[in-house]
């Protein structure tokens, strides 16, 4: 790395943070005029709002921003080098784009494993906040996927089976406990009025419980219960799922939550599987966005600046487009989570090396 590359980081680094700077305050007066009348309306506290809602958004809208960011300060950075006439003085001199955009990849590749780590383990706990926010003052995206009917495999050998789960009181009705023998016929049958969760000792306490045993050649044996505790597989957070509870996951909760629930036998699984793939492959945005801007602004265009800036904000919108066009099929799960996830990224890493095999070299 020469004394010029170092240049170029630095400059695309101070670049990188004025336009996240200034993106985050874009979104925050954006969001503020969308949303203070259903602040006001539901009598939150302003200075609350701005003291603890905001500053907890900024890690969000610092993960779906950081994309652009760098885009546009690569474009900036490339074209100022450009219109100074540096690149064409780099180039008679025999160095080739290629060996320009070392200092670029190095800013991306330390860029996307930074947000790597950012997105997977920073933002969920900031995102935890802004959730329980939203979900009090805002409930603009708070979807309970199931409150109701809802069944769930507790191992292999049981069931449970709710009827209303109320998310509020974490208290379920109607319960059902089926257990199985390895031939996987009914062995007992616990049924209760209402289920309540112990925080304290992390058990279910059932209510007003019918216990049915049933044995082979003998007849069925029924006793009734007051109250009995049971240690189950099954959380309160398997039972009342919202659309965004992966978003306030770390990567290693996510995991585990989605084990749970796929071996629970949950449904409807295909919003949170984009979701905690997205953790993944997301940030790579962020490089690949730096292979499509430096070809794109290398090239001297009549209109200078303003005609990168809008070739970029073109490219970055298709990108996004690409993005929000394939998530539905992931989450009817029409197309495979994963590749919800990746799909956009492959094609938009197909594009940036067809940029770089056709650029001026």
């Known amino acids: 790395m ?39 309306d539901r009598g939150a506290d302003m200075s609350e709002i701005f003291r603890v809602y905001y500053p907890a958004y900024i890690p969000e809208i610092v993960r779906l921003t950081s994309p652009l960011a760098i885009f546009l300060a690569c474009i ?3 074209g100022k080098l450009a219109q100074e006439v540096q690149l064409i003085a780099l180039q008679t001199s025999g160095v ?13 590749g330390m860029l996307t494993v930074f947000m790597f780590g950012f997105n997977g383990w920073i933002v969920p706990r900031a995102n935890e906040v ?46 059902s406990l089926q257990r199985f023998d390895d031939q996987q016929r009914l ?13 304290s000792l992390e058990t279910w306490r059932m209510v007003g419980v019918t216990e049915r045993t049933f044995q082979a050649e003998e007849p069925m044996q029924q006793a009734y219960h007051a109250r009995m505790d049971t240690t189950l597989q ?6 009342a799922r919202t659309a965004r509870d992966v978003e306030a996951m770390t990567v290693t909760e996510a995991r585990y939550y ?24 997301y940030p790579i945005a962020n490089l690949i966005l730096v292979l499509i801007a430096v070809p794109l602004a290398a090239v001297r265009r009549r209109g200078g600046q303003a005609v990168r800036f809008g070739i970029g904000l073109l490219v970055a919108l298709l990108y996004l487009a690409a993005q929000k066009l394939t998530e539905p099929f ?13 799909v956009p990224h492959v094609l938009f890493a197909i594009v940036a090396l067809l940029l770089l095999i056709q650029a001026r070299k």
Do not use: C
């Open 2 to 40: 020469t004394r010029f590359d170092w240049h170029i980081v630095a400059r695309v680094l101070k670049s990188f943070l004025l336009f996240v700077g200034a993106l985050i305050v874009f979104f925050i007066v954006l969001h503020w005029v969308e949303y203070n009348d259903d602040f006001v």
């Open 130 to 175: 802004v959730v329980e926010y939203d979900n009090e003052y805002l409930n603009t995206q708070r979807q309970t996927v199931e409150v109701s009917e809802i069944h769930r495999q507790n191992d292999p050998l049981s069931i449970v089976s709710v009827g209303y789960y109320d998310t509020n009181e974490q208290r379920a009705h109607h319960v």
């Open 330 to 342: 992931g989450y009817a799960e029409t197309l495979d989570p994963w590749l919800t996830a990746w």
């Open 258 to 281: 989605l084990e749970s629930l796929q071996r629970s036998g949950a449904g409807q699984l295909g919003r949170p599987l984009v979701a905690y793939y997205n953790k993944f492959a």
């Open 234 to 239: 099954v959380t309160p957070r398997d039972l």
């Open 76 to 78: 900036y950075v490339t």
């Open 187 to 199: 062995r007992e049958r616990f049924d209760a009025d209402r289920m309540e969760w112990v925080d």
């Open 96 to 108: 080739s784009l290629y060996r320009l955009l070392r200092p670029y990849l190095l800013v991306g």
